[in-house]
């Protein structure tokens, strides 16, 4: 399975994205899936889960409230919402793919498929 992203760009503080994430070639339907972001001279870290079905989903403490991640698996696509943009949400964003597993986790550990990353820039 590769994963693309897409949807990042650059917003003027208090805007919004959506950005999507698109599986080819696997069973996109049957894996847990997820958002991690990195910002500029900080580790990778988690944003956002979502199990295969979209009935399981989990958030960062950061996230809460302004992110929303859900799924179309007839699209093989996950989109993370992201309203009432703030400057330090500015950082790379990847999606992630469990191989192996269904479920919803905050654990990159637990993600064998990466995309390339799409960069979110917020301005103030």
């Known amino acids: 399975v590769q994963l693309v992203e897409s949807g990042g760009g650059l917003v003027q503080a208090g805007g919004s994205l959506r950005l999507s994430c698109t599986a080819s070639?696997?069973?996109?339907?049957?894996?847990?899936m997820a958002w991690f972001r990195q910002a500029p001279g900080k580790e990778r870290e988690f944003v956002a889960a979502?199990?295969?079905?979209?009935?399981?989903?989990d958030y960062a403490d950061s996230a809460k409230g302004r992110f929303t991640i859900f799924r179309d698996n007839a699209k093989n696509t996950v989109y993370l919402q992201i309203n009432s943009l703030k400057p330090e949400d500015t950082a790379v964003y990847f999606c992630?793919?469990?191989?192996?597993?269904?479920?919803?986790?905050?654990?990159?550990?637990?993600?064998?498929?990466w995309g390339q990353g799409t960069q979110v820039t917020v301005s103030a």
């Open positions: 070639g696997g069973t996109f339907g049957v894996s847990g």
């Open positions: 979502i199990s295969w079905r979209g009935g399981s989903t």
């Open positions: 992630a793919g469990r191989s192996m597993g269904s479920g919803s986790s905050q654990f990159a550990r637990n993600y064998q498929i």
